[in-house]
């Protein structure tokens, strides 16, 4: 074992560990996966023949307590990242969290204060922004190919979710509880963080509709259209299940030019012609891309060692405009103001909220399973994404 590496371990070892994370983490020299913990017990063999060395624990107590540890790699279906991640400050480690962060706008408020408490990092995975078509977009921002950026617009067409492990019927991103929220959490968190980082500007309010335009038998949206407007520019994001088709539309307005994708390439238009770059694959093509999240795990490691600035607050901005969307959508598409956190939290939940919650109470109370299972502390064990 390389005495140098960070040692880490997995929370949750399904899709997104296996196919995504571990192959980059075992690329790396400053880095060792040493345990995993999922409460699929089927996953105990995946972990263990593709990490030989790695040691499995039945639940995340013992991981805890029985690894020295330096970080955790969290890749549970997002309903169960709040307890989990406030477990793993209180064992002085190191969060790397896949997206969404959480669920609830009072949750992220909680783990930012018990992250700077416990001068730890929580570091969301963002790695859309590492996708060659979407670092394209910028490099091109950054150089000032299009001058100031006036509006973004990103469209998301799905015709479905992507599925979990296992059947069909217990794929916990059409489970409110475990997701936290329709295409809104799973997709929209890209989302936003691609659009508002290309913006330059955190929006300043937001106007939202959730709908349920073809799932009628899941109890959340597939769709959903937010407009951001961040004080003479803006941004338009339309995200839906409901497509009959799987694609992805970027076009980014500048006072000089525009940029837009179309399937894998990056093309930009200005006074003097176009120019286009092929940047494979398409954002619709595939749903684990490791060359994506190796700069996730890149910039993760270098805010453990050495303090570089991590996501979180980027983190805490796309829940709060998810928080804010819901109420908009819930106030039949009024415009709402980004107001102090504070404020949002003593509003109360919004009603996609409350729906979560109800269904977390009543769902089991002392796991978090793979279909609908949800919360956790001190006894939890962790599921798969």
Same mark, same amino acid.
């Given at each position: 074992?390389?005495?140098?590496?960070?040692?880490?371990?997995?929370?949750?070892?399904?899709?997104?560990?296996?196919?995504?994370?571990?192959?980059?983490?075992?690329?790396?020299?400053?880095?060792?996966? +040493?345990? !995993?913990?999922?409460?699929?017990?089927?996953?105990?063999?995946?972990?263990?023949?593709?990490?030989?060395?790695?040691?499995?624990?039945?639940?995340?107590?013992?991981?805890?307590?029985?690894?020295?540890?330096?970080?955790?790699?969290?890749?549970?279906?997002?309903?169960?990242?709040?307890?989990?991640?406030?477990?793993?400050?209180?064992?002085?480690?190191?969060?790397?969290?896949?997206?969404?962060?959480?669920?609830?706008?009072?949750?992220?408020?909680?783990?930012?204060?018990?992250?700077?408490?416990?001068?730890?990092?929580?570091?969301?995975?963002?790695?859309?922004?590492?996708?060659?078509?979407?670092?394209?977009?910028?490099?091109? @921002?950054?150089?000032?190919? @299009?001058?100031?950026?006036?509006?973004?617009?990103?469209?998301?067409?799905?015709?479905?979710?992507?599925?979990?492990?296992?059947?069909?019927?217990?794929?916990?991103? +059409?489970?409110?509880?475990?997701?936290?929220?329709?295409?809104?959490?799973?997709?929209?968190?890209? =989302?936003?963080?691609?659009?508002?980082?290309?913006?330059? !500007?955190?929006?300043?309010?937001?106007?939202?509709?959730?709908?349920?335009?073809?799932? $009628?038998?899941?109890?959340?949206?597939?769709?959903?259209?937010?407009?951001?407007?961040?004080?003479?520019?803006?941004?338009? +994001?339309?995200?839906?299940?409901?497509?009959?088709?799987?694609?992805?539309?970027?076009?980014?307005?500048?006072?000089?030019?525009?940029?837009? +994708?179309?399937?894998?390439?990056?093309?930009?238009?200005?006074?003097?012609? *176009?120019?286009?770059?092929?940047?494979?694959?398409?954002?619709?093509?595939? $749903?684990?891309?490791?060359?994506?999240?190796?700069?996730?795990?890149?910039?993760?490691?270098?805010?453990?060692?050495?303090?570089?600035?991590?996501?979180?607050?980027?983190?805490?901005?796309?829940?709060?405009?998810?928080?804010?969307?819901?109420?908009?959508?819930? =106030?039949?598409?009024?415009?709402?103001?980004?107001?102090?956190?504070?404020?949002?939290?003593?509003?109360?939940?919004?009603?996609?909220?409350?729906? $979560?919650?109800?269904?977390? *109470?009543?769902?089991?109370?002392?796991?978090?399973?793979?279909?609908?299972?949800?919360?956790?502390?001190?006894?939890? *064990?962790?599921?798969?994404?």
């Amino acid at each position: 074992m390389r005495s140098h590496a960070r040692r880490g371990a997995f929370i949750g070892f399904g899709n997104a560990a296996a196919q995504a994370h571990l192959p980059v983490w075992q690329s790396r020299d400053d880095v060792v996966m +040493v345990a !995993a913990t999922d409460r699929a017990e089927a996953r105990r063999e995946a972990f263990l023949a593709a990490c030989p060395g790695g040691r499995w624990h039945a639940t995340l107590d013992r991981l805890l307590s029985e690894e020295a540890l330096d970080f955790v790699d969290i890749c549970t279906p997002p309903g169960s990242h709040a307890g989990l991640i406030r477990q793993a400050l209180r064992a002085g480690l190191h969060v790397l969290c896949e997206k969404p962060l959480v669920t609830r706008a009072p949750d992220a408020q909680m783990i930012a204060a018990a992250a700077g408490a416990a001068g730890r990092a929580v570091y969301t995975v963002h790695n859309w922004l590492e996708a060659p078509i979407c670092r394209k977009i910028s490099e091109l @921002i950054a150089a000032g190919a @299009i001058g100031a950026v006036r509006s973004v617009g990103w469209r998301t067409l799905r015709t479905r979710p992507a599925a979990g492990l296992g059947a069909e019927t217990a794929n916990w991103r +059409v489970d409110p509880a475990a997701a936290g929220g329709g295409i809104l959490f799973d997709h929209g968190w890209h =989302a936003l963080y691609c659009v508002t980082r290309w913006l330059g !500007a955190a929006p300043q309010s937001v106007e939202a509709r959730l709908e349920t335009r073809r799932h $009628s038998d899941w109890p959340l949206h597939d769709t959903a259209t937010l407009d951001l407007d961040c004080g003479g520019r803006s941004g338009q +994001v339309f995200l839906t299940w409901a497509a009959d088709e799987r694609a992805n539309h970027i076009d980014v307005e500048g006072e000089r030019g525009r940029i837009r +994708v179309d399937g894998a390439n990056v093309i930009l238009e200005d006074r003097s012609g *176009k120019q286009q770059w092929f940047c494979p694959p398409p954002l619709s093509q595939g $749903s684990y891309h490791p060359d994506w999240f190796a700069g996730s795990a890149r910039d993760f490691c270098a805010v453990m060692t050495d303090g570089a600035p991590g996501n979180l607050d980027e983190a805490m901005l796309c829940m709060r405009l998810i928080d804010l969307a819901q109420r908009s959508s819930d =106030a039949g598409g009024a415009r709402l103001a980004l107001r102090d956190q504070a404020l949002e939290a003593a509003a109360g939940p919004s009603r996609q909220a409350r729906a $979560s919650t109800r269904k977390k *109470k009543i769902g089991a109370p002392n796991a978090v399973s793979s279909t609908n299972q949800l919360t956790l502390p001190n006894s939890a *064990k962790a599921s798969t994404r």
